[in-house]
T-cell receptor, first 112, second 112 residues
Framework: DAKTTQPPSMDCAEGRAANLPCNHS???????VYWYRQIHSQGPQYIIH???NNETNEMASLIITEDRKSSTLILPHATLRDTAVYYC?????????????FGPGTRLSVLP | DADVTQTPRNRITKTGKRIMLECSQT?????MYWYRQDPGLGLQLIYY???????NKGEISDGYSVSRQAQAKFSLSLESAIPNQTALYFC???????????FGPGTRLTVL
């Protein structure tokens, strides 16, 4: 699986958009970008994933650059409950030989 | 009711004791996983299973064993616990055709 690079921490004001970057310059053509988050020692929670096109769901939006070497997770109106560690992972969607590799992630603090 | 459950949620044990952590899921997924997480770090894969007759080692399988008793149940054993196995342990499941994994609430294990 391709490696990812994320900033170790970020702050965001409550009610504002939180934009979390991820670099994955060695991503392969068949690898998806996944985002998970972990709220204070709870089990990680799936947020969103995408291949090439931008994706949006009820939790967030995922913007992937045209060359696919980086992406941004956007939480449109951050709340205090969005304070968590956010993990960016790249991998093939259905690969019998490999699984998710969770790095240290970005610790997002939403401030009142 | 939670889709992925883990028992016990907390356990304190002594060096040399045998410990079993259990995971059950009601999602009907074929695939199940065990991860450990050390403080401030990402998750590391211990073992994974793609169906009842399939068991595979992950990154850090030494000192651990698993049993897939049924599609819905996947147990992790520490045959002789040691202090550096003190960690948070997460079970996860995924569908064969989809990419995302669903995590249990975790078991906090302390080995004295």
């Amino acid at each position: 699986d391709a490696k990812t690079t994320q900033p170790p921490s970020m702050d965001c004001a409550e009610g504002r958009a939180a934009n979390l970057p991820c670099n994955h310059s060695t991503i392969s053509g068949n690898e998806y970008v996944y985002w998970y988050r972990q709220i204070h020692s709870q089990g990680p929670q799936y947020i969103i994933h995408g291949l090439k096109n931008n994706e949006t769901n009820e939790m967030a939006s995922l913007i992937i650059t045209e060359d696919r070497k980086s992406s941004t997770l956007i939480l449109p109106h951050a709340t205090l409950r969005d304070t968590a560690v956010y993990y960016c992972i790249v991998r093939v969607a259905d690969n019998y030989g490999q699984n998710f590799v969770f790095g240290p992630g970005t610790r997002l603090s939403v401030l009142p | 009711d939670a889709d992925v459950t883990q028992t016990p949620r907390n356990r304190i044990t002594k060096t040399g004791k045998r410990i079993m952590l259990e995971c059950s899921q009601t999602k009907g997924h074929d695939r199940m996983y065990w991860y450990r997480q050390d403080p401030g770090l990402g998750l590391q894969l211990i073992y994974y299973s793609f169906d009842v007759k399939d068991i595979n080692k992950g990154e850090i399988s030494d000192g651990y064993s698993v049993s897939r008793q049924a599609q819905a149940k996947f147990s992790l054993s520490l045959e002789s616990a040691i202090p550096n196995q003190t960690a948070l342990y997460f079970c996860a499941t995924s569908d064969r055709l989809a990419g995302e994994q669903f995590f249990g609430p975790g078991t906090r294990l302390t080995v004295l």
